[in-house]
């Protein structure tokens, strides 16, 4: 091997030491191994250089040794990629197709790219300054991304990949090294915009109800316990995350054994059937929205020493009627738990999770306990349930043909498309997370990143600690914490917000009319009034700062409106010529009266919630 160009290779290994330490050491790791193998040598115009990797024996290139820019340039011809496109490059080579793309004035707005080949992105460091990939405005980086890594960097970005899509662009020298790992990818960028659309669609569907569960659960939230006290006060301590799943029914007797002894955290749906064993957990937690959740605490008919814990999107009448001690978290990211921190304080943060239990283990590392371990955590439907027997939802399944074969604890299972996503996200929080994680479910879906032991076997070689130690340390916690809050303040900022809420719908209604009257004097091609129109609109829409924190408030009830904004056009109204681009600014027009129609009905959504629920006199 030539050293090709070793102090643009030190600079790159300088540069991802102080900012990606991560890929330092890689590239450090790989680089005696990569020199037996990589070939670099000047080749044709513009002082290029050649990359060749051996393999299978023989030499094989990634760009053209004459000219790679005039092959970037066809490539991108072939690949017709349009401005209002979202696009990923499946592998980068030697970053030629990538810069000739990133040239262009009309170039894509977001622009991701993912590398597997470790030693192809080593030959890159050698020929290429490496920072442009993290510094440039729009462009993403992976290098070498799980599945789980991928969905967790797709998520934030859910909105522009259903707004405009996500065209993929494989780079065929790069594939034909990596052809399974690029196919994986491949199918896990094409899932995720059904998975995205799904978490949205709910959002859009239940976004009222969750506001008005949060209205109507705040005044109860600002005198109950947060569940910040909590933070941490359980390192090291095992916690056993119990779900519902049919294997359950194995570990029911040893759980009991081993309950006092270690931190028992249960979802709603198997918290009777608990019950109906002698199984008392220590945390309880309910995050179901809908009705159905006042079905899991019926049975209680006495004070009950299992805590409560609940984000404040729950059914109201879960906290309101639970006989103990009730402590909520705030939902992360949550617009209206953002907007009453300040009022309320420092709740503690959770992610939403997809599903009670993803919360449930959510919780468990926010005390700091390990390891955790799963009991009933199937995500397939063992022995042809969905729910161990007892439970709530337990119903027999079929032999649907819609059903996926998944790998299982025993072999391959089935499980439904739902389940999947579950244990796809359940897979995403243990590879984020650095503790160990058991599966003790002895059933059910085989679950990446944990240990499968039986429950006996953790039991018999795990220590725990003596007998109601955690029982004591919970109700101290809860007994130190106890005290009834100032509520003023927050009913006051309630009522300015319900205020601000008034006048910002108004202000919406009005722009919808002069958005209309735009679409009207560009109809009957009324210059003079098409000017003065789109004018008083542009002014009008100028007012929409003065409600930034209101906006910022209801923004989880905004998600169509976010959808519209988010959707990406070729040019600003502002661009277009109202003979030649007549289609499009109607177009553009049209999304606007949507947006702003979206904006008053929130608007007054939660402004009636608040007087309904929050501030009665």
């Not at 000739?100 to 080593?122: H, N, Q, T, V």
């Not at 700091?368 to 729910?387: C, K, M, N, Y």
């Not at 910002?504 to 209604?509: Q, V």
């Amino acid at each position: 091997m030539n050293d090709f160009n070793s102090a643009r290779w030190e600079n790159n290994l300088a540069f991802f030491k102080l900012s990606r330490p991560e890929i330092h050491s890689l590239l450090i790791e790989k680089d005696p191994e990569f020199r037996q193998t990589v070939r670099f040598e000047s080749a044709g115009s513009k002082g290029t250089t050649h990359v060749t990797f051996f393999q299978e024996g023989r030499y094989f290139s990634l760009h053209s040794k004459m000219d790679p820019f005039r092959e970037a340039e066809r490539f991108l011809e072939q690949s017709a990629i349009e401005k209002n496109q979202n696009i990923c490059f499946l592998g980068l080579g030697l970053g030629y197709p990538l810069m000739e793309l990133l040239k262009r004035r009309e170039r894509p707005d977001w622009i991701l790219i993912i590398e597997g080949d470790i030693r192809a992105f080593w030959a890159f460091c050698h020929v290429q300054d490496a920072s442009f990939l993290f510094k440039t405005p729009g462009l993403f980086f992976l290098l070498c991304p799980s599945e789980e890594r991928l969905f967790s960097f797709l998520q934030p970005h859910g909105f522009t990949i259903i707004a405009n899509g996500l065209k993929l662009i494989p780079f065929p020298s790069c594939i034909r090294f990596l052809e399974k790992y690029y196919h994986s990818i491949r199918k896990k960028i094409d899932d995720f915009p059904r998975w995205a659309y799904a978490s949205i669609s709910t959002q859009i569907r239940a976004g009222p109800i969750f506001s008005g569960n949060f209205f109507f659960n705040i005044m109860k939230m600002s005198s109950a316990i947060p569940f910040r006290v909590f933070k941490d006060e359980f390192k090291n301590i095992p916690a056993v995350i119990v779900a519902a799943g049919p294997s359950l029914k194995k570990n029911l007797i040893l759980l009991k054994q081993i309950q006092g002894r270690t931190l028992i955290l249960a979802v709603d749906t198997i918290f009777k059937v608990l019950y109906d064993h002698g199984i008392q957990p220590d945390f309880v937690i309910s995050t179901d929205f809908t009705q159905n959740a006042g079905q899991y605490f019926d049975f209680l008919q006495e004070k009950t020493p299992t805590v409560l814990l609940v984000d404040p999107e729950v059914f109201p009448g879960v906290p309101e009627k639970y006989p103990g001690a009730v402590v909520f978290y705030e939902i992360e990211g949550n617009s209206l738990c953002g907007w009453s921190r300040p009022f309320l304080g420092d709740y503690g943060v959770l992610p939403k999770g997809l599903s009670v239990a993803h919360t449930a283990f959510s919780a468990a590392l926010y005390m700091g306990s390990e390891p955790v371990i799963f009991l009933g955590q199937d995500l397939a439907f063992t022995g042809g349930r969905t729910h161990v027997k007892g439970a709530p939802h337990g119903v027999n399944v079929g032999p649907e043909s819609s059903l996926l074969e998944i790998r299982g604890w025993f072999g391959p299972i089935k499980t439904s498309n739902n389940m999947k996503v579950f244990l796809d996200h359940y897979e995403e929080l243990i590879s984020a997370s650095e503790r160990r994680v058991i599966n003790c479910t002895e059933g059910g879906a085989f679950i990446k990143g944990c240990e499968h032991k039986s429950f006996r076997e953790i039991l018999l070689t795990h220590p725990f600690p003596q007998n109601n130690e955690i029982r004591k340390r919970i109700m101290s916690l809860l007994d130190a914490s106890c005290g009834i809050r100032n509520t003023s303040g927050l009913i006051d900022g309630l009522k300015k917000a319900q205020k601000e809420l008034d006048v910002l719908a108004s202000l919406s209604g009005q722009l919808q009319k002069d958005a209309e009257e735009v679409v009207n004097a560009l109809r009957q091609n009324n210059q003079g009034q098409l000017k003065k129109q789109f004018q008083t609109f542009e002014n009008r829409t100028k007012d929409l700062v003065k409600f930034s924190n209101v906006l910022a408030m209801i923004q989880d009830n905004l998600f169509e409106a976010v959808l519209i904004k988010f959707k990406k056009h070729k040019h600003s109204l502002n661009e277009l010529d109202s003979v030649r681009n007549k289609d499009e600014i109607l177009q553009m027009l049209s999304d606007n009266r949507k947006y702003f129609g979206h904006i008053e009905r929130a608007s007054h959504t939660i402004s009636e919630q608040i007087a309904k629920h929050s501030v009665r006199e």
